[in-house]
């Protein structure tokens, strides 16, 4: 079986910015995740010319072997496949191109690998005759065909020289453009300046590679200040050699056959879900002596006193410390004030703290976003990988993913890094946990063992865990819903910006108008109006996908599915209305097609599964919306198998009094949780709605700041939105009235 998974993406250009009819170059990274072994019968094409999918390069289909940094892929390897594009003309919105693999028969395989360009106008040109051009003239160092051990340290030089009109300024670079990334994690070096004729050494710092029999080809090539290549490629070709004394460490996965399906810890994730920190402290212990596989290490630590261990499947940082004698834990640091690591403690000199200790042998594993590189999601998923030691500009890792070496830089570090090596590396690292043991060589410092348990960056709740992925943002965000038009306008932005760190948007507003909020994080509600028509999947994924496409350009990367499926106007049919679902269970499957078609037209987006109208079933009438409600209760029970395909979860929660903040709002959001634990949940609506309560609107302020002090307690809460910050026929719940003056409800809610 052909099959391919999308690891990485990296290119030479800001692609929000390329000028028209300039030259740039694009890799992927694949994964041979199938059966068979990729030949030279396979290939690169183009697809989805016929949907808007823009041809950018000289051929719709290549080779593998034409554009690959191997000829043959055996299964589990990775290979990087890289095309030189040419920029459309430009234009207001972006241009995107799709390709996929396709086997010997002809038939397609693997995820897509795809890109967004937005094109601008090119800078004007130099003076007619006026050319960019280089010759190589000799390789300086490193001749082709040059074996150095893995991990050595050098500079390749080549002697070149400028044969155009224009001379070199510091808008010339040179740019990687095809082969091996494994040298340095940069892609893009500057150039000496050099008057025509001039002839000067083009220079980049590099590390040797690991060890393979198969040569190493690198190929870079100058542009100019227009960001147009010219004049001859430049390459490397060296051999990689073994290191004499290796790691001493024994590599595992989590993935390995003997144990990806086991339970870990208590459960209800399995090793290959969730169980790379468990991976990374057995093999962290093999340097120590200790001989304790992961299903092993896992059980110890199952035996250990409650609070020690195992929290649900979330293993406690300091559960090696608790379980060996001779290793000490020295506490969760993070590099940087904002990387999402909520509990870690911030060291603006973390790096060199880490090159110490591993220097001394001692103990480091950090936290990485699975999915740095790709420039239109840059997510932040919790991944922890072991940090073996320093290699020149790079830490080298041991990655529980399949237990092979690896770059830390070139493999979690970020498309844009900084040039700044320290700086990159503390732009990659989210946290680290320390462990130094007795078997190796301390330090020579006075640091204090540290106890700060913590299986989870989300924290922890009495009778309440979380066991999903660690939220980025490492706290519940204070938020509010948009404007009900989708359209804000600058009242809403002075309400809500300097109070709340997140918004809830939806398809249908404008990038300028969602640039006017100044926010860390915004989740999007994808809007459709049902209001009795049926709407087939694929007629809602056409209708949202261009509004997606502006958003997710813009970083959006949460998308709430829809509204409140329980009422007849969201898309529930009823007596002689018709929708798109009769029940919970017809939801979940229209829920799961549509998450499927969503992500496979923008990967890397999270779906999330959309709040419910809480309450009894019922008739109702509220402004231009009048149908039934389908009690919320029964609608959950019917739809458990779309909430456990969804990304994350939704859920509103209302109340009409104090006592109802704690009995039925918060109340509910404990009981989702306690239901699923694995989900990450938004509050995506929370207000008093009650349009005959006499609150004023300083209790309502009062409410709500009870309900968000109260709810950013319980464990893998996200962020809470309050409804609403405005819109026509709203002033009994919205934070500003039409007219653009505040209701007094903010100002309440944010009271010291």
Not at 395 to 406: F, Q, V
Request: aromatic share 12%.
């Amino acid at each position: 079986m052909d099959n391919a998974q999308f690891v990485k993406f990296s290119t030479d250009v800001d692609l929000n910015q390329v000028p028209a009819g300039s030259a740039f170059t694009v890799t992927w990274r694949m994964r041979n995740t199938g059966s068979t072994t990729w030949n030279a019968s396979f290939r690169v094409t183009h697809i989805h010319a016929d949907q808007g999918s823009t041809l950018m390069t000289d051929k719709a289909s290549y080779r593998l072997r034409e554009v690959a940094s191997r000829a043959v892929v055996r299964p589990g390897d990775e290979v990087d496949i890289t095309l030189e594009m040419t920029a459309p003309a430009p234009r207001d919105k972006f241009y995107y191109t799709d390709w996929q693999l396709q086997n010997g028969n002809g038939r397609f395989f693997g995820d897509i690998m795809w890109l967004r360009v937005v094109t601008v106008q090119p800078p004007e040109p130099p003076p007619t005759g006026w050319t960019s051009s280089s010759r190589y003239l000799a390789d300086v160092t490193i001749p082709d065909g040059t074996r150095l051990e893995e991990g050595m340290q050098f500079t390749k030089q080549w002697l070149v020289k400028n044969t155009g009109q224009r001379k070199w300024n510091d808008g010339y670079r040179l740019v990687y453009v095809s082969g091996s990334q494994a040298f340095t994690p940069f892609v893009s070096f500057k150039v000496p300046k050099a008057a025509p004729g001039e002839e000067v050494v083009l220079s980049i710092p590099m590390v040797a590679p690991l060890a393979r029999d198969e040569a190493y080809i690198s190929t870079w090539r100058l542009y100019d200040d227009r960001n147009l290549p010219f004049g001859d490629s430049f390459w490397i070709k060296m051999y990689a050699t073994p290191k004499e004394e290796g790691w001493a460490v024994t590599p595992y996965s989590q993935n390995d056959p003997r144990w990806r399906g086991r339970i870990l810890g208590q459960g209800p994730r399995t090793f290959a879900e969730f169980g790379c920190l468990v991976v990374d402290f057995a093999m962290m212990l093999s340097r120590w002596g200790e001989a304790v596989d992961p299903v092993a290490l896992n059980d110890r630590f199952l035996n250990l006193p409650p609070g020690q261990g195992f929290n649900g499947s979330n293993v406690y940082f300091a559960a090696p410390a608790y379980a060996y004698g001779h290793v000490k834990y020295y506490g969760n640091w993070t590099p940087r004030r904002n990387s999402g690591a909520q509990y870690a403690q911030y060291d603006p000199n973390l790096i060199a703290r880490l090159d110490k200790e591993l220097a001394n042998g001692q103990g480091v594993v950090v936290q990485v976003d699975s999915t740095p590189t790709d420039p239109y999601n840059p997510g932040t998923e919790q991944h922890w990988v072991l940090v073996l030691g320093r290699v020149g500009p790079d830490y080298r890792i041991l990655d529980p993913i399949d237990g092979k070496l690896a770059s830390l830089l070139a493999k979690y570090g970020r498309v844009n890094r900084p040039q700044d090596v320290n700086e990159a590396l503390k732009d990659t690292i989210i946290s680290a946990l320390i462990y130094r043991s007795s078997k190796a060589a301390p330090p020579d410092d006075d640091a204090d063992e540290v106890d700060d348990g913590g299986s989870s960056d989300i924290g922890g709740n009495e009778d309440l865990e979380y066991t999903g992925p660690v939220w980025e943002h490492g706290r519940m965000l204070w938020g509010v819903h948009d404007r009900s038009t989708r359209h804000p306008q600058p009242p809403d932005f002075r309400i809500a910006n300097g109070r709340f760190q997140t918004v809830k948007v939806q398809t249908g507003i404008t990038i300028p108008e969602l640039d006017g909020y100044d926010m860390e994080f915004v989740l999007c509600r994808l809007y459709e109006s049902f209001n009795g028509r049926d709407v087939p999947v694929s007629e809602l994924v056409r209708a949202l996908v261009p509004d997606m496409e502006r958003l997710v350009q813009a970083g959006v990367r949460y998308f709430e599915f829809l509204n409140e499926p329980n009422l007849t106007h969201e898309g529930l049919k009823w007596k002689n209305v018709d929708g798109s679902w009769e029940n919970g269970a017809q939801f979940a499957d229209y829920f799961i097609e549509g998450k499927h078609q969503l992500q496979a037209r923008f990967p890397g987006i999270k779906i999330g599964f959309p709040g419910l109208s809480p309450g009894p079933a019922t008739e109702y009438e509220f402004g231009h919306d009048k149908g039934y409600r389908m009690d919320s209760a029964q609608f959950s029970a019917q739809v458990k198998r779309g909430i456990q395909a969804a990304d994350f979860l939704c859920v509103h929660a209302y109340y009409v009094s104090m006592d109802e903040v704690s009995s039925n709002a918060i109340k509910l959001v404990k009981a989702y949780r306690r239901d699923w634990p694995d989900k990450l949940i938004f509050v995506s609506e929370f207000s008093n709605p009650d349009p005959f309560t006499q609150n004023s609107a300083a209790q309502k302020g009062k409410q709500a700041r009870e309900f968000l002090q109260q709810c950013q307690h319980i464990p893998g809460v996200g962020g809470a939105y309050y409804f609403i910050v405005s819109g026509p026929g709203w002033e009994r719940q919205a934070l500003r009235r039409e007219d653009g003056s505040s209701t007094g409800i903010v100002e309440a809610m944010f009271a010291e």
